[in-house]
């Protein structure tokens, strides 16, 4: 019923920039949440950045910025000042409303992009 689709990974060097977007398709009444969450081999799938409450994780913080364009369904992940370590698949998850006035909320995530800095 909702479709996630991430676009804007890609490989970059070090110090490098990258924009990440997630659109939501589909049959719902609202999107309560857009947020970008990251898993590197390995490891854990962890937040990123969340936009109900603007949050983000300690390693992030001042490099990363969340907007949402409520309008498109869309939002935004800007990477600035890329590290190795932000080498991951990036996903996008939304919570949705999916009928009107249910209160019911579902969860969805994207396909996920891949991010690789180079150092």
């Known amino acids: 019923q909702v479709q996630l689709v991430e676009s804007g990974g890609g490989l970059v060097q070090a110090g490098g920039s990258l924009r990440l977007s997630c659109t939501a398709s589909?049959?719902?009444?609202?999107?309560?949440?857009m947020d970008w969450y990251r898993q590197a081999p390995g490891k854990q799938r962890e937040l990123v950045a969340g936009?109900?409450?603007?949050k983000y994780a300690d390693s992030v913080k001042g490099r990363f910025t969340i907007s949402r364009d409520n309008a498109k369904n869309t939002v935004y992940l800007q990477m600035n000042s890329l590290k190795p370590e932000d080498t991951a698949v990036y996903y996008c998850?939304?919570?949705?409303?999916?009928?009107?006035?249910?209160?019911?909320?579902?969860?969805?995530w994207g396909q996920g992009t891949q991010v690789t800095v180079s150092s």
């Open positions: 998850h939304a919570v949705v409303e999916l009928v009107r006035g249910t209160g019911n909320l579902y969860s969805y």
């Open positions: 589909g049959r719902f009444f609202s999107i309560n949440a």
């Open positions: 936009s109900g409450s603007t």
